[in-house]
């Protein structure tokens, strides 16, 4: 009997390591940061408020960021950059991908660049939260033997595992 993605229903395999956890995570900054990038550049040559152009920018980045990784976790078990470090999220209990709520709520930290409504200082507030996010999951994940961080918890028990 096959899940998603051809994987067993209940497969287990390694917890991802941070290390490989990184390198995936790298790869899908570079992707999307380079599609965000594209598009803050359009948004600038079509608005002439910087204030319109910097609120649209920091809605359309976060959701640019969540939606990557909510839609490729929740559909295929991996984004981009998983699927190269042969990691793969499965849902609580190790059966299937996450749900759509579940591949947001673990990712949820990467949409705190919408801090970046608020002029000026908001860039700096996103950018703080992003850190302590980032901060967090690497505590979480170097002390918890199933190297799930606090995101993954309250996604309900998402667990990032080594398939190959």
Known sequence: MGGAGGMPVNAVGQPGNL???FVARFIDGVIVGVVGVVLNIVLAFVSDSWLLTGFISAVATAALYLGYFAYFESTRGQTIGK???????FGPGHVGNPTLEQAARRNIFMAFGIAGV???IGSVLGG????AAVI???????????????FDKFAGGTQVLKVG
């Open 118 to 120: 608020v002029p000026i």
């Open 136 to 150: 967090l999951i690497v505590v979480n994940i170097n002390s918890d033997p199933q190297r799930q961080h606090w």
């Open 128 to 131: 703080l939260a992003g850190l």
């Open 19 to 21: 290390i490989d956890r």
């Open 83 to 89: 699927q190269v470090m042969k990691l793969r999220v």
